[in-house]
């Protein structure tokens, strides 16, 4: 019930500083453009938007949690999980609801709205597995069969 928090923050800078790494986006975008200019531009507009989306989505789930977290009446409890190294008489661990997310989508929020985020997560989705696919083409056509450019007949040449 008292995980060590030494072992989360160590795993926080880890992913933090690695989980980017192949950043697949990142280098389809830069492969793409034209020069420096332009995918510095491309990439300060993916930044702004970035922030732009993902402010209001993490507010979703803190939203959630404040609806269906420990202090909500559909909280749930696990008796007496406390750490015999506290030497507490007794306590209970909250065990989080799985579905909390769509049930508040579902219930909690306007119907067009819980409906248009149910698609954005799937539509997410998509986006990530096509990115992915998109990236690992980029990388593979332009540095391990080496086709910089493509002329008009649409055959490929070297540089």
Known sequence: PFPNAVV?????I???????LGALDFQARNMAAKNGKHATIAN???????????IPCSYLGAVTRVHYGPDSPYA?????????MLDLPQCAMWVPEANAFMHYLTHNVPAFLGAWCM?????AS????DGAILAIATVITRNILNIK??????SGGGD
């Open 8 to 12: 989360f923050n160590w795993a926080t």
């Open 14 to 20: 880890f992913v933090l500083a690695f989980g980017n």
């Open 44 to 54: 300060a507009i993916a930044g702004s938007l970035t922030f732009l989306v993902g």
């Open 76 to 84: 749930v409890f696990e008796a007496d999980t406390c750490s015999r």
């Open 119 to 123: 698609i954005a997560i799937v539509a």
């Open 126 to 129: 998509m986006s990530t597995s």
């Open 149 to 154: 450019d493509v002329d008009s007949s649409g």
